[in-house]
């Protein structure tokens, strides 16, 4: 088993710039969920799909960030017109459904806007 | 308020020394996760506890749901060990976990 797999690992980008994170949940899992770390803040929630379909975004900044999950085995993670207070590793997790499972974490995108 | 608090915030133990980290949760929890993460590497998780008392090799862990509060428990610490411990919940189900600042564990040789 791969575990979750995510890509690019290390992203830089200028101010401004288009910024496309990818994840691959484990084989099987329906649940993909997506977090953002900072020291400052934190590891917060962002957004949730079950079985494709978009469950919870309640943590997503309303502009610029979006999140889709096109198929079964990978979901994206989109920042547009990227700041610099977006730097931060960007986390995904999988579950076999969501709710009270557990969640398994991907090593991380960490992105830094210059 | 922060939903979940760790403490302490960081321990320095001697190698051999047992770890002994708690975490308060504000609200209920119908699930709770311990992860380990070492230096700018991934979360891994640990253990999955909501109540009761779970062991796995050197860990144990302690969740008294009432008391909203659960403790992670390092038996013979090794220098291994050393990095950050993460407390999770999840509130009614909702999936999405809420972590908290964790625990900074070095061990020393």
């Known amino acids: 088993n791969a575990g979750v797999i995510q890509t690019p690992r290390h992203k830089v980008t200028g101010k401004g710039q288009e910024a496309t994170l990818w994840c691959e949940p484990i084989?099987?899992?329906?649940?993909v969920f997506w977090y953002r770390q900072t020291i400052v803040q934190g590891l917060e929630f962002l957004t949730y799909f079950r079985n494709q379909a978009p469950i919870d975004d309640s943590g997503m900044p309303k502009e610029r960030f979006s999140a889709q999950m096109p198929n079964q085995s990978h979901s994206t993670l989109k920042i547009q017109s990227t700041q610099p207070q977006d730097s931060a590793v960007y986390l995904c997790a999988s579950s076999v459904w969501g709710g009270q499972d557990t969640q398994y974490f991907g090593p991380g995108t960490r992105l830094l806007v210059l | 308020g922060q939903q979940v608090q760790q403490s302490p915030a960081s321990l320095v133990l001697q190698e051999g020394e047992n770890a002994e980290l708690q975490c308060n949760f504000s609200?209920?929890?119908?699930?709770l996760q311990w992860f380990y993460q070492s230096p700018g590497g991934s979360l891994v998780s640990l253990l999955s506890n909501p109540s009761g008392t779970k062991h796995t090799g050197r860990l144990t862990s302690t969740t008294v749901t009432k008391e909203r509060r659960s403790s992670l428990h390092i038996s013979s610490s090794q220098t291994t060990d050393s990095g950050t411990y993460l407390c999770a919940i999840d509130n009614y189900n909702q999936g999405k976990l809420i972590f908290g600042q964790g625990t900074k564990l070095s061990i020393k040789p």
């Open positions: 084989s099987g899992h329906s649940a």
């Open positions: 609200s209920t929890a119908t699930q």
